[in-house]
């Protein structure tokens, strides 16, 4: 299969604890984007790289929130001292280039809940 | 702002029926694209149907196609001889063509009845 991969897909781990995912794109894609989802709601823009480049941050990304794609390939996200707040799905997106005619491809999702 | 709104939270429709699901949104953009995913549960989010704001042609992929009223800043979404795998979760998404954010709707999520 070559779509978007994601691990762990599921995640649960207590308050204050570290957390890291795991995101595979699509191997031609040069973009990769996180989301956040919650119960409910449409995914919410977390950041996007452009090959190794972090060229976009959202305000909801806070500095207990950071995000690599040291290869321009595969990236992580990790999330240190988490919180309840955290709990959530996880989704990366990959795409390439950008312009008219860019499309994202979604993974199945990292669902963290925090204890 | 960009904001995208989807007014209904559930919508239901008979097997082999048409159901039509609706999106605004919000931008003073000129140049954009519009698109439906649908996220069955427990799955991953697929792309369902795009649209280009330069065009005035409504797209159709299959059953799929959408009225997009440029001037209401409409996009909705009709799902022809509808399936029972077609019951999902449904976002309307917004993105400018020169920007990179994708924007989200809170989606409908679809029930069809056999």
């Known amino acids: 299969d070559t779509g978007v991969s994601q691990d762990p897909r599921h995640k649960i781990t207590k308050r204050g604890q570290n957390v890291t995912f795991r995101c595979d794109p699509i191997?031609?894609?040069?973009?990769l984007y996180w989301y956040r989802q919650t119960l409910g709601q449409g995914p919410e823009f977390l950041t996007y790289?452009?090959?190794?480049?972090?060229?976009?941050k959202s305000r909801l990304l806070s500095d207990r929130f950071s995000a690599e794609r040291p290869k321009g390939s595969f990236s992580t996200l990790e999330i240190q001292r988490t919180e309840q707040g955290d709990s959530a799905m996880y989704l990366c997106?990959?795409?390439?280039?950008?312009?008219?005619?860019?499309?994202?491809?979604f993974g199945p999702g990292t669902r963290l809940l925090v204890l | 702002a960009q904001t995208v709104t989807q007014s209904q939270p559930e919508m239901s429709v008979q097997e082999a029926e048409t159901v039509t699901l609706s999106c605004t949104y919000d931008?003073?953009?000129?140049?954009?694209?519009l698109f439906w995913y649908k996220q069955p549960p427990s799955r991953q989010m697929i792309l369902v149907i795009r649209q280009e704001a330069y065009k005035q042609q409504n797209a159709t992929e299959n059953r799929f196609s959408v009225n997009f009223q440029k001037a209401a800043k409409s996009f909705s979404l009709k799902i022809s001889d509808s399936q029972l795998g077609d019951a999902a979760m449904y976002f309307c998404a917004y993105r400018i063509v020169t920007g990179n954010q994708f924007y989200f709707g809170t989606g409908t999520s679809l029930t069809v009845i056999p």
């Open positions: 931008t003073s953009e000129s140049d954009y694209y």
């Open positions: 997106a990959s795409s390439q280039t950008g312009g008219r005619q860019e499309t994202q491809y």
């Open positions: 191997s031609e894609h040069n973009r």
């Open positions: 790289f452009q090959n190794e480049a972090q060229l976009e």
